[in-house]
């Protein structure tokens, strides 16, 4: 999700920035530093020059993105210290002043989703998704996202029920589990198992070689089994498909690790020469 805005601050080049017109500058200078900054990997110095050109003209679409982003690359994954929910909530407020002014940004909202994800705010994170695909229903990401935040509240509520049994999760459906677990399983996790693999089968639709949502669809299954624990038939159907999404998330892996080896290894005037940019 970064990685848009990344190659677009990547391909903006400093002469270009230096030239324009229509902003002050001041406003210019601190943006071609942090530019520069940023592309050095110095976040918090390309910080400090995006909040000066911000603060130079407030209304600069441009400057405020570029604050958020550089702000977002500080934001520490699963960490819930005070210094990186200060960081990650300073970048949701730059984005959410741009969603002021353009609500159906994208970008915007892909940077959002993944700063939710990063410190955890997983409700917030969904409804962010769920957005995005009300406004392209055809990214692939966002419905992988959604099923992969399923699977994990599926599973810690798995994790945690089974306890009360002194049982981990064996992958495999769980049998040893008591009939008041399974109950408890069946009624809290059939409707968010049922929306992450509709969601993961969605964004393999979208994307053939999706090799990350086959992985989380076979882990979504084998939570699927677990709520079988009335109907060993369907345990045994769900564990074989768990199976099956195994053997096609490593053959999309091993395809696209090729795939990705072959546009190494071709040298450019190959590419040319096939057409190709």
Known sequence: MRLTVLLALLALTLPAIAQETTHSRP??????AGVAAFKAGHYDEATRDFQAAVDAEPTWHTARLYLGTAL???VIPNLDTPENIAVANRALDQFNQLLASEPQDLNVLRQIAAIQRNI????EAVDTERKILALDPTDAEAHYTIGAIDWTRAYKFTVATLANDSLADDGVGNTRMSAATCSALISQNTPVVEDGIAELTRAVELRPGYDDAMQYLNLTYRLRASLDCRDP????????????????ATDARRANEAQREQQVSTPRSSLKASGRP
């Not at 955890?120 to 409700?123: M, P, S, T």
């Not at 038939?233 to 096609?248: F, H």
């Open 27 to 32: 406003a210019s200078d601190a943006l071609v």
């Open 72 to 74: 977002s690359y500080q």
């Open 120 to 123: 955890k705010r997983l409700d």
């Open 233 to 248: 038939a369907q345990r045994k159907q769900d564990l074989a498909t768990a199976g099956d999404w195994v053997r096609r």
